[in-house]
């Protein structure tokens, strides 16, 4: 058995028996009774001692060597895994520009951590077996690095060993399809480890898997080494689950989902999956480095190409730091260091590196880069922080966030601060963290004047101690970050850095004190306690943050057609669909249509064309358009016009041809042989949907669509096709909004006004939208103002008289106008008319197709035959004449276009199309060609 390694070992000199050191006498090694005072010791040959070696590689695998180079007893060492395997996946995850996936598994004896990462590379793991060596691509930059002391994963090669050296586990890690097995064996006669490598086939192929194996268990109260002073397995889960929070609270792009002994504890989502930070792959500034760093820089590069059998130019290093990409800006200051077209090597002449040399391209290289402000190194936000805090169970009216921006030339950095009251009922919530890495305990020791302080003490003094009810979360980047300690346990602050730091601190808990002390002098304020430390009200969120939010999803609810396909979105209807959403989430009572129809839709599928690319958004026409000679008429709405334009661009013309290319239909105007039931609808803008579902052609249904009031062309039109006597009756029906405009359309239809008298009798059917339907379909109503006018005036007559003129019942005028309300302005007394309407657009298209084909197939709406078997005869006979009529039309025009293509072309074409363009400039070329044709 391997002895532990913390305990002491027995020497490996010849005499194993003597514990006594080496300058006292050999008799006192003797028992009494065999080394008797009053004999002479008899001489013994001399033994010429050998000099043995001892690897101290096995300290680095004990239990007090790792404590150190973790910073953390070996109870916390599941925290201290399960921290450094998240960190090195979010490096790697960063350094790819992919938004981090991380998961991990806690189980009785192996911890788990896989990531999205691009896969840990076999060189990489290769260099873990190398206990003499720390690698590490952090240690020589100066950046706001997670950690950069190069040995955490030789920490988690060496801790399963030490927890039980006679029975190690095992470190595995898994990516690129291979599985790497790492253990450490101990050679039993010279006590030297080692780290052996087995390679593998895997089946991970994308991002990393590390599984930790630990030789004991973790739960476990009678074995587990992580269980001590009578802490449990909720207790260690607790930890790990804080720690959990923390990630995720400096880290807004970060998924996370941690499983505890089979459990899930959910998929933490991130808030902003494009979050950006200084990754570890950004170029470093300049201005970061001190004389000696920079220097250290420059040899470990040189070093690094020996090695390698090389000599990068001097070039190709000023370009990895930030701000010298430019080729410009290279050659200059190379000119002026001497550097021009030389290796790095010429910085180091005869093996030595020359520091003045190295000293004038860092001051050359610093005049010319811009200092980096602390904000690029990325913020986290007040957003973010105040989602942790409400998921820690703060109170958001109490949340405070502050921020601080050390603008520090060689060393800046940002610090946030999110604070918030909890329950009474429940103690401190506090989150710690450097460089986006949760922190395992307070990393902040705060320098005041010539003393050091804790942070613990800062928050007693401010009432935020271990019991007190609040949510703390405290993070810290700085390019440079230094520990006291190896295991980073603790940061070391400037006291400028330390100064500010614990006003903003104060600052944040600073209302919460001040209320804590207020109730130390007088326990009624206890009661006051929520009350006054509400910060503001929350921000009123706008129409447009909402809008934008909600918009997708939304959008996917109406455009389905309930078959897996689409069907195209009026503008108002989508308007519908987000309004009682924006009016929850804003606090409103009203709503402007417009500004989302003309500028918040518009703009967002403008801002977002990847999103919204499959969109089919249609507006109502507004005009028409018309090419020259061709008369071709594009009504200017969305779906022509987006049509048209497909249709445009350069084209290539044949030889003509002939044939019969309508599609064969009876020849028929109006309604006779062609439809029984004609559809009216006070608005445009539903062509494009009532064309995807085929509705005239299903129904044989003519359709008509106004912009409200019928005017008088519309009306003789329904009049003389619903109203001739010959043939068989048309219906009307109508479809209107739920409103007092909808009842007047409606009623214009039916009755004679000023401006028209109708000649003939027909049948107009009310389709709706009536009061039972609005609630049948949960459509949605909005408030109406309907007059302001002076009492008496035109202007303000009860709109419900009209209502009920026009075919409204009680119910509904009840529901579309309230009682007025009377105000006085410049002495006149004024009535006020209020109410609610819903529109057509309330409908979603799913729904609103349905409404209609349940209407006209409950009032008997069919397919039209005619009624004489003459008709059909007679278009029987047009079929077999028409198809005879393609086949010999086919023949002849191959004969037409062999003739024609034989036929030489005129060498004064151009020449005779200009001279005719010339006499005719109203004519286009291609029609002058027509007409020289014609006469040859």
């Known amino acids: 058995?391997?002895?532990?390694?913390?305990?002491?070992?027995?020497?490996?000199?010849?005499?194993?028996?003597?514990?006594?050191?080496?300058?006292?006498?050999?008799?006192?090694?003797?028992?009494?009774?065999?080394?008797?005072?009053?004999?002479?010791?008899?001489?013994?040959?001399?033994?010429?001692?050998?000099?043995?070696?001892?690897?101290?590689?096995?300290?680095?695998?004990?239990?007090?060597?790792?404590?150190?180079?973790?910073?953390?007893?070996?109870?916390?060492?599941?925290?201290?895994?399960?921290?450094?395997?998240?960190?090195?996946?979010?490096?790697?995850?960063?350094?790819?520009?992919?938004?981090?996936?991380?998961?991990?598994?806690?189980?009785?004896?192996?911890?788990?951590?896989?990531?999205?990462?691009?896969?840990?590379?076999?060189?990489?793991?290769?260099?873990?077996?190398?206990?003499?060596?720390?690698?590490?691509?952090?240690?020589?930059?100066?950046?706001?690095?997670?950690?950069?002391?190069?040995?955490?994963?030789?920490?988690?090669?060496?801790?399963?060993?030490?927890?039980?050296?006679?029975?190690?586990?095992?470190?595995?890690?898994?990516?690129?399809?291979?599985?790497?097995?790492?253990?450490?064996?101990?050679?039993?006669?010279?006590?030297?480890?080692?780290?052996?490598?087995?390679?593998?086939?895997?089946?991970?192929?994308?991002?990393?898997?590390?599984?930790?194996?630990?030789?004991c268990s973790t739960t476990d109260p009678d074995t587990s080494p992580f269980l001590q002073n009578g802490a449990d397995g909720d207790d260690l889960c607790s930890g790990i689950m804080r720690m959990t929070v923390a990630y995720m609270a400096f880290n807004p792009h970060l998924s996370l989902s941690p499983t505890w002994h089979g459990e899930a504890y959910g998929q933490h989502q991130p808030s902003d999956p494009a979050w950006a930070k200084w990754r570890p792959c950004d170029p470093t500034s300049v201005h970061w480095y001190t004389a000696d760093k920079f220097a250290e820089r420059v040899k470990r590069c040189i070093a690094a190409d020996r090695a390698a059998g090389q000599d990068r130019p001097v070039s190709q290093f000023v370009q990895t730091f930030d701000g010298m990409s430019g080729s410009a800006v290279r050659r200059d200051l190379l000119a002026e260091c001497g550097l021009t077209r030389t290796g790095l090597s010429a910085l180091a002449p005869d093996g030595e590196p020359d520091i003045e040399l190295i000293g004038q391209l860092r001051d050359a290289m610093q005049s010319r880069a811009k200092v980096v402000p602390a904000k690029r190194l990325g913020l986290i936000g007040k957003e973010h922080l105040q989602r942790i805090a409400a998921d820690c169970d703060g109170d958001l009216d109490t949340f405070r966030y502050v921020k601080v921006l050390h603008d520090d030339e060689s060393s800046p950095g940002v610090t946030e601060i999110g604070f918030a009251v909890r329950p009474s009922d429940k103690g401190r919530f506090m989150l710690c963290g450097v460089n986006w890495s949760a922190a395992l305990r307070n990393p902040f020791r705060l320098r005041h004047g010539s003393f050091d302080s804790s942070l613990d003490a800062l928050l007693q003094q401010q009432y935020a101690g271990d019991d007190e009810p609040v949510v703390l979360i405290i993070h810290h980047v700085q390019v440079g970050a230094t520990y006291t300690d190896r295991g980073k346990g603790t940061l070391s602050l400037s006291q400028a850095m330390s100064e500010r730091i614990r006003e903003a601190i104060e600052k944040a808990t600073g209302p919460w004190a001040k209320q804590r002390r207020a109730e130390d002098r007088e326990q009624s304020r206890r009661l006051r306690r929520d009350e006054a430390m509400k910060v503001h009200k929350p921000r009123q969120l706008t129409v447009k943050e909402v809008a934008h939010e909600i918009m997708p999803e939304v959008y996917e609810q109406l455009s389905s057609d309930g078959r897996g396909g689409r069907l195209p979105v009026n503008a108002r209807q989508f308007m519908y669909g987000v309004r009682p959403i924006i009016l929850s989430r804003t606090g409103k009572s009203q709503f402007d249509d417009a500004y989302f129809t003309q500028t918040i839709?518009?703009?967002?599928?403008?801002?977002?064309?990847?999103?919204?690319?499959?969109?089919?958004?249609?507006?109502?026409?507004?005009?028409?358009?018309?090419?020259?000679?061709?008369?071709?008429?594009?009504?200017?709405?969305?779906?022509?016009?987006?049509?048209?334009?497909?249709?445009?661009?350069?084209?290539?013309?044949?030889?003509?041809?002939?044939?019969?290319?309508?599609?064969?239909?009876?020849?028929?105007?109006?309604?006779?042989?062609?439809?029984?039931?004609?559809?009216?609808?006070?608005?445009?803008?539903?062509?494009?949907?009532?064309?995807?579902?085929?509705?005239?052609?299903?129904?044989?249904?003519?359709?008509?669509?106004?912009?409200?009031?019928?005017?008088?062309a519309a009306r003789r039109l329904i009049d003389e096709i619903c109203g001739a006597s010959d043939g068989e009756p048309v219906r009307l029906f109508v479809l209107h909004d739920f409103d007092k405009a909808g009842f007047s359309i409606l009623g214009t239809l039916r009755q004679d006004t000023r401006r028209y008298q109708y000649q003939h009798d027909f049948e107009v059917i009310d389709l709706g939208v009536r009061l039972d339907d609005v609630r049948r379909w949960s459509l949605q109503s909005e408030p109406v103002t309907y007059s302001r006018g002076t009492s008496g005036s035109r202007d303000n007559a009860d709109p419900g008289d009209n209502l009920r003129e026009n075919g409204a019942t009680d119910d509904e005028v009840e529901f579309l106008v309230s009682e007025p309300e009377v105000i006085y302005a410049n002495g006149k007394r004024k009535l006020i008319y209020n109410g609610n309407r819903v529109e057509l657009n309330a409908f979603t298209p799913q729904d609103f197709i349905a409404f209609i084909e349940e209407k006209l197939e409950a009032h008997g709406v069919n397919k039209v035959v005619p009624t004489d078997d003459a008709t059909l005869a007679m278009q029987y006979r047009r079929g077999i004449a028409r198809a005879e009529l393609n086949r010999q039309v086919a023949e002849m025009a191959k004969q037409l276009v062999s003739t024609a293509a034989q036929c030489p072309v005129p060498a004064t074409l151009r020449a005779d199309v200009e001279a005719m363009l010339r006499d005719d400039p109203s004519i286009p070329w291609d029609v002058a060609v027509l007409r020289i044709a014609g006469r040859a």
């Open 1 to 215: 058995m391997i002895p532990y390694p913390s305990e002491p070992r027995v020497s490996n000199l010849v005499n194993r028996g003597s514990h006594i050191p080496e300058g006292e006498g050999a008799t006192a090694a003797l028992p009494a009774a065999t080394a008797p005072a009053h004999k002479r010791r008899t001489a013994a040959p001399s033994v010429q001692r050998e000099t043995f070696a001892t690897s101290r590689r096995l300290e680095f695998l004990s239990v007090p060597e790792l404590e150190k180079q973790s910073g953390y007893t070996r109870d916390r060492w599941p925290e201290v895994i399960v921290k450094e395997l998240i960190d090195n996946a979010l490096d790697a995850c960063e350094e790819a520009g992919v938004a981090p996936e991380i998961t991990f598994e806690i189980s009785d004896e192996r911890i788990v951590v896989e990531d999205n990462g691009p896969g840990m590379p076999a060189s990489t793991v290769a260099g873990i077996i190398n206990l003499d060596e720390r690698v590490s691509s952090r240690q020589a930059y100066m950046a706001p690095d997670r950690g950069a002391q190069g040995n955490a994963t030789k920490v988690l090669v060496g801790m399963p060993f030490a927890l039980r050296p006679d029975a190690p586990g095992k470190l595995v890690i898994e990516a690129h399809g291979q599985r790497h097995v790492l253990a450490v064996t101990v050679d039993g006669l010279s006590d030297t480890p080692s780290v052996t490598l087995h390679t593998e086939p895997g089946v991970v192929k994308t991002g990393t898997r590390v599984e930790v194996h630990l030789p």
């Open 601 to 712: 839709l518009p703009d967002f599928i403008a801002n977002n064309p990847d999103l919204t690319a499959g969109w089919d958004v249609v507006y109502d026409d507004r005009g028409h358009f018309t090419e020259p000679h061709t008369r071709h008429e594009v009504s200017l709405g969305t779906i022509d016009v987006r049509q048209y334009l497909k249709s445009c661009g350069p084209r290539t013309a044949g030889l003509p041809t002939v044939a019969v290319t309508d599609v064969g239909l009876f020849p028929t105007r109006g309604p006779c042989n062609r439809f029984k039931a004609a559809l009216f609808i006070e608005k445009e803008g539903f062509t494009e949907l009532f064309g995807r579902v085929r509705l005239a052609e299903r129904y044989d249904l003519a359709i008509m669509s106004t912009k409200g009031l019928s005017n008088v």
